[in-house]
């Protein structure tokens, strides 16, 4: 994988190419792995006559950070909307008291995905940038077109996502380092040590299929919700997929859950 080859070497060491593209990945492998295992339950569940709720709404089209929280991992979000963020007070409260709700909980939040400094960062992180949302950004966002919205969250959330993807906090501001001062990196590093043709089409395919592709074709979008059998020409392009799935997973090596590895 790009982001596991990119990530075991100092990110003092790589050139801004290569880093950007290794974390890009990892932004993607974490969605398709993460959402991908939360489809598995929910069409087991459906054998099972449990009907699960949805678990991932597209979130990489989201237009802030505000949206993108309720399109990720709905379940925890859900979770600590009912049972920490309401209890605390909500946003019933003083603006300056739902702040403090926001941080409080999106430092629970970090916490939740592991004891380390990393995972406390990247939640206060976004407490502090949904605070600022609540204190205007969002009705600023709200007068530029949908385009630069959606190029602001996908432009913070990746640079979120370094800090939590890092081997450790110190590495992952390395690489934020690395790339805002432009590094050059030790020589010797070349694309073609990190991702093959193949990995770069997969990657390319993945900015599609990540949410753009069902965006602009809903009819797609509703045939995946319909939860009715797909036509002929559906089906055996859903099979040539399952396929090319199958061979490119037996063709490598195994790689547990990501969420595993915390």
């Known amino acids: 994988m790009i982001y596991a080859k990119v990530a075991s070497v100092p990110a003092a060491t790589l050139p801004v190419p290569i880093l950007v593209l290794g974390y890009t990945a990892y932004m993607m492998q974490l969605y398709f792995d993460f959402s991908g295992y939360s489809d598995m339950a929910i069409g087991i569940g459906e054998f099972f006559g449990i009907t699960l709720p949805e678990n991932f709404e597209y979130p990489y089209l989201a237009c802030s950070v505000g949206e993108y929280w309720r399109r990720w991992h709905i379940s925890l979000s859900s979770w600590f909307r009912d049972y920490v963020y309401i209890p605390l007070g909500g ?3 003083r603006l300056r008291r739902t702040c403090l709700n926001l941080l409080i909980v999106f430092a629970l939040t970090g ?5 380390a400094w990393q ?4 939640g206060l992180l976004h407490g502090i ?8 950004l969002r009705r600023a966002l709200e007068q530029l077109p949908r385009l630069f919205r959606h190029l602001y969250t996908v432009v913070l959330l990746w640079l979120t996502l370094v800090i939590f993807g890092a ?3 110190s590495e992952g501001l390395a690489v934020l380092k690395g790339i805002f001062t432009w590094q050059s990196g030790a020589k ?4 073609a040590a990190f991702a093959d043709t193949k990995l770069l089409l997969i ?3 993945s900015f599609l299929l990540c ?4 965006a602009l074709c809903p009819k797609l979008k509703a045939a995946l919700y319909a939860k009715k059998a797909p036509s002929p020409a559906g089906m055996a392009g859903l099979l040539v997929l399952l396929f090319l799935g199958l061979m490119r997973v037996t063709a490598g090596t195994y790689s547990a859950f990501i969420y595993f590895q915390f």
């Not at 995972?119 to 990247?122: I, L, M």
């Not at 940038?129 to 205007?136: D, N, P, S, T």
């Not at 010797?188 to 694309?191: C, D, P, R, W």
């Open 119 to 122: 995972y406390v960062v990247f």
């Open 129 to 136: 940038i949904l605070c600022m949302e609540r204190l205007g």
């Open 111 to 115: 916490l939740w995905h592991g004891a």
């Open 91 to 93: 946003s019933r409260c």
């Open 188 to 191: 010797g590093y070349t694309l």
């Open 203 to 205: 990657l390319a395919a």
């Open 211 to 214: 949410g753009p592709v069902q």
């Open 167 to 169: 081997p450790g906090l």
